[in-house]
């Protein structure tokens, strides 16, 4: 489980720092988009010209890049796999709602199975942690 564990690590680590370097510094080139994800639906387009156009993208292409530096590390990883889940999650769910293309679904959704593998992985260390018992509710 421990070669496995590597492989997933740095499979997300490159996928995740070329994401961020690419929203972060290289130009955003719409045509271009446009073509790779042709069967997306319209809306989507609009969708990520607002976000491109607002700044959104690089403060999500930061975080890409920085998921994917913590994922290098083994003593960084285990925080790099918590933090993409709410990344992978949102970048899922954009595909669900917004552009409704299955490949980028399907794509997404094995992001997060793997990134999963690797929390689930590690659940002895975290779970005490997060789920820590307590004497009352509040």
């Known amino acids: ?6 492989i997933i690590r740095f499979l997300l680590a490159f996928m995740f720092i070329y994401a961020g370097i690419e929203k972060l510094f290289l130009p955003y080139d719409p045509s271009v988009f446009r073509t790779d994800a042709a069967q997306a639906d319209p809306i ?4 990520y010209d607002l976000l491109q156009g607002s700044g959104y993208l690089f403060f999500v ?20 796999s918590i933090m993409l889940v709410p990344l992978v999650l949102c970048l899922l769910m954009t595909h669900v709602f917004f ?8 794509f997404d959704s094995v992001v997060f199975g793997l990134n999963l ?14 789920l820590k018992k307590q004497n009352a509710w509040i």
């Open 61 to 80: 292409g930061f975080f890409q890049l920085l998921c994917g530096l913590l994922l290098i590390f083994k003593r960084t990883y285990l925080l790099g």
């Open 99 to 106: 552009s409704k293309y299955y490949v980028f679904i399907i």
């Open 44 to 47: 989507f387009f609009t969708y």
């Open 117 to 130: 593998i690797l929390l689930l992985n590690r659940a002895k260390e975290w779970g005490p942690v997060l």
């Open 1 to 6: 489980m421990v070669f496995i564990s590597y």
